[in-house]
């Protein structure tokens, strides 16, 4: 390896890193927003049973 | 509303000074003498490594808070924090290495800042997993603030062990200032702040999303026990 492959490989490293952590992030807001879709379904369908 | 435009904001912000970064790294920067161009990686990591010690930093302080509060909005902040700090100090470690094959001619080596850097890590992927073992909220959030500040300790640990013993790993800060060329110390100073930012967005986004975690699970509660 040359010195431009270890300097292409750090970056892309760090690239890699903080692009996983986000599609993580969105991952995890999309599963949370299918929650609260299914919760306000639930609340439409039993609408005696809101407080 | 009002912290959408905020977060916005600071993501757009991040978003500047990031490219700013990267102009500066790549094409502004001159090409370190004896090292060549693999020194460019000391731009990035350098930050890394910063926002890993900044977000155990703030762990420890909602580490203090949680336990004289026991709000669970320091909880929140507390192992969000730590995830992050997780994420930085593998691209620290990772990027360091890279660095030191062709510079020290080793992918690794027994050095006490390598090491102690590597237990830092460690610790707190130990932590971030043995938290996730404990069901109870109140037990976990009161164990994961007394490891968050206990392992704080490792942190001035890292930091002060390139001055206390014998090391290979360069020292930036002297007594004298920094031990860097104006142009690579304003690239350095620019690469700082970006990745404090990217830090600051990262935190915003996991906070909020936590917040949104627990609104759920209290409105899945009223429907339980309504029904």
Sequence with gaps: MNNLAYLFAAYAFIWAVVLAYVYTIARRQQALEKEIRALQQSVERNPQKRD | ?227
């Design chain 2, 1 to 227: 509303m009002r912290r959408d435009k905020y977060l916005l904001a600071l993501i757009g912000l991040t978003a500047v000074s990031m490219i700013a970064s990267l102009y500066l790294v790549f094409v502004y920067v001159p090409t370190e003498r004896t090292m060549g161009l693999v020194q460019r990686i000391f731009y990035f990591h350098v930050p890394s490594a910063w926002v890993g010690f900044l977000a155990f930093l703030v762990a420890f302080v909602a580490g203090i808070a949680y336990l004289a509060r026991r709000d669970w909005r320091w909880d929140v902040a507390e192992a969000t924090s730590v995830e992050i700090g997780i994420a930085f100090s593998t691209i620290a470690l990772v990027t360091g290495s890279l660095w030191a094959r062709p510079t020290w001619n080793t992918w690794w080596t027994w050095d006490p800042r390598l090491t102690t850097t590597l237990v830092l890590w460690l610790y707190y992927v130990s932590m971030l997993l043995l938290r996730q073992m404990i069901e109870n909220k109140e037990r976990q959030a009161r164990f994961s603030a007394v490891l968050s500040i206990v392992g704080f300790v490792n942190v001035p640990i890292v930091f002060l062990t390139i001055r206390l013993w014998r090391t290979i790993h360069p020292v930036l800060f002297t007594s004298e200032g920094f031990a860097l060329e104006s142009s690579m110390l304003l690239t350095l100073l620019v690469s700082l702040l970006t990745f404090t930012l990217l830090y600051f967005c990262l935190l915003w986004l996991r906070v909020r999303q936590e917040y949104l975690r627990a609104e759920i699970d209290r409105m899945k509660d009223q429907l339980l026990s309504a029904s």
